[in-house]
């Protein structure tokens, strides 16, 4: 199942579950700021080093590599 990270500038896709590698603290953050199952996010861009920020309702959030990794995607 494709990550946030497959993900390219400008496409909105649906979050279908977090990865289980993720630890609890950055699961539960990402869980407090909205990237729950069914959460739509777009992403608006991604940094030199391959973090990505998005868009999530009418916030933006910033994530490394790692963390949007960790959340799974579909569409």
Do not use: K, Y
Not at 33 to 42: E, L, R, S
Not at 48 to 62: F, K, S, W
């Amino acid at each position: 199942m494709p990550s946030l990270n497959d993900s390219r500038p400008g496409t909105t896709v649906r979050i279908t579950g977090i990865d289980p590698g993720q630890a609890g603290g950055s699961r539960r953050r990402l869980l407090e700021f909205g990237f729950v199952p069914g959460a739509d996010v777009t992403v608006i861009a991604r940094g030199a080093t391959g973090g990505l920020l998005v868009g999530l309702g009418d916030t933006r959030v910033a994530l490394d590599t790692r963390t949007a990794g960790g959340l799974r995607c579909a569409g």
